[in-house]
């Protein structure tokens, strides 16, 4: 079974500082990764993913993140935030078996001026 | 432009009264899924489909029932079975021609008790 952890349920962050969200997961085989945000009220937008190759795989908005098979994490990073990035934040693997994602708690990501 | 439609965006519900959330996708995807969202515990999977007429259950199903008559349709009824249904219930789809594909995510139904 596969298992994602998200070890900070909230991070609060001032505008410009950077910032991490750290996310470590648990499974016997070879996953694929995301991270998606969510907004109030709304659904879950894919933000960046991890499928094969370079360990570090960037989004079009300024977040990255970088997949460490040794330490089975995949923390999100961004070098400066904006108020805009205020949202939760989450992070996923797939179970091949069934192509279900399995998903972390959540990190509620609050930038403040 | 192609997506998710979930409707409606808010549901009320009466003790004993089944209740059915809407799923469309015009993605032209193989599989569906529901999930149920509550504060603090993240996303947790009620019953995916990877065809037409066929489903399986996730970690949360009952209480819960589903169909997969058309591919672009995934309908999900919470029954009274259902003890505590309220919850922020998101619809997904994905292809299945690459297990890596992302989910795409709907908006969402916010089911209350009354």
């Known amino acids: 079974a596969q298992s994602v952890t998200q070890l900070d349920s909230q991070v609060p962050v001032f505008e410009e500082a950077p910032v991490e969200l750290r996310c470590n997961y648990s499974?016997?085989?070879?996953?694929?990764l995301f991270w998606y945000v969510q907004y109030p009220n709304q659904g879950l937008q894919l933000l960046l993913k991890?499928?094969?190759?370079?360990?570090l795989v960037e989004s079009i908005n300024g977040f990255e993140a970088e997949f460490n098979k040794s330490q089975t994490s995949f923390h999100l990073r961004k070098p400066s935030v904006h108020i805009s990035d205020t949202a939760e934040y989450f992070c996923?693997?797939?179970?091949?078996?069934?192509?279900?994602?399995?998903f972390g708690s959540g990190t509620r990501l609050q930038v403040q001026p | 432009d192609g997506g998710i439609t979930q409707s409606p965006k808010y549901l009320f519900r009466k003790e004993g009264q089944n209740v059915t959330l809407s799923c469309e996708q015009n993605?032209?995807?193989?599989?569906m899924y529901w999930y149920r969202q509550d504060p603090g515990q993240g996303l947790r999977l009620i019953y995916y489909?990877?065809?037409?007429?066929?489903?399986q259950k996730g970690d949360i199903a009952e209480g819960y029932s589903v169909s997969r008559e058309k591919k672009e349709s995934f309908p999900l009824t919470v029954t009274s079975a259902q003890k505590n249904p309220t919850a922020f219930y998101l619809c997904?789809?994905?292809?299945?021609?690459?297990?890596?594909?992302?989910?795409?995510f709907g908006d969402g139904t916010r089911l209350s008790i009354l």
């Open positions: 997904a789809s994905s292809s299945l021609t690459s297990g890596n594909q992302p989910q795409h």
């Open positions: 991890y499928l094969s190759g370079s360990t």
């Open positions: 993605l032209n995807h193989d599989a």
């Open positions: 489909s990877q065809i037409v007429n066929d489903f």
């Open positions: 996923a693997v797939t179970d091949t078996g069934r192509r279900a994602l399995t």
């Open positions: 499974s016997s085989v070879s996953v694929y």
